[in-house]
């Protein structure tokens, strides 16, 4: 079984900062992909960032420039990083990883979601 759990959301002024973080943990052989999806409330849920081993990194236009995602392999964990917040950036963020467990199951998997509020 594998678990995604995320942290890092919050209430932040327009300029400010906040990191996203998302850990998995459980039978976790590979993670091939792993994106930051956000929905905000009455719209469809975008890809706001999104990497994959060995291949390129993708950002949605709105973000670039104050957006970074990154991973550390060794504690299968993804970060969205995001500097010079907006009030169009509230939403509900969510990771996303695709995987590969012990048991050789794989598809993707989603994290609970973490509320980020901008505002003053």
């Known amino acids: 079984q594998v678990q995604l759990v995320e942290s890092g959301g919050g209430l932040v002024q327009p300029g400010g900062s906040l990191r996203l973080s998302c850990v998995a943990s459980?039978?976790?052989?590979?993670?091939?992909?792993m994106g930051w999806y956000r929905q905000a409330p009455g719209q469809e849920r975008e890809l706001v960032a999104h990497m994959s081993t060995g291949g390129p990194t993708n950002y949605a236009d709105s973000v670039k420039g104050r957006f970074t995602i990154s991973r550390d392999n060794a504690k299968n964990t993804v970060f969205l990083q995001m500097n010079s917040l907006k009030p169009d950036d509230t939403a509900v963020y969510y990771c996303n990883l695709r995987l590969a467990t012990i048991i050789g199951v794989r598809g993707d998997y989603w994290g609970q979601g973490t509320q980020v509020t901008v505002s003053s």
């Open positions: 459980g039978s976790i052989l590979s993670i091939s992909a």
